[in-house]
């Protein structure tokens, strides 16, 4: 049974930095692309940034070269550092298996999320 706990979310001025964790259990990474999502408010949920178990990276063009995403293997935890926050970086952060999403479609499993607010 997939388990996701996303935290690290916050309030931060533009510009500040914030770092997500997310706490996966039901999922095996070495056999997994994980990745970080975001729903910004009144928009659909999008991808900002994934990694595959071999530590390639993809990063959407908004947030490539200020969005760093990384993994604890050993602790089934993902992590994504975000520096030069954008007020449009305002959303609800979600983390979860590329291939569960693509597999359960609307059926997928989504934790709670962690708010991030961006002030300008």
């Known amino acids: 049974q997939v388990q996701l706990v996303e935290s690290g979310g916050g309030l931060v001025e533009a510009g500040g930095s914030l770092r997500l964790s997310c706490a996966a259990s039901?999922?095996?990474?070495?056999?997994?692309?994980m990745g970080w999502y975001r729903q910004p408010p009144g928009k659909q949920r999008e991808l900002v940034a994934s990694i595959g178990s071999d530590g390639g990276t993809h990063y959407a063009d908004s947030v490539k070269g200020r969005f760093t995403i990384s993994t604890d293997n050993a602790k089934n935890i993902v992590y994504l550092e975000m520096n030069s926050l954008k007020p449009e970086d305002t959303a609800v952060y979600y983390c979860?298996?590329?291939?569960?999403?693509?597999?359960?479609?609307?059926?997928?499993?989504w934790g709670q999320g962690t708010q991030v607010t961006v002030s300008s």
């Open positions: 039901g999922i095996t990474f070495s056999r997994n692309v």
């Open positions: 979860n298996s590329l291939i569960y999403v693509a597999v359960r479609g609307k059926d997928v499993y």
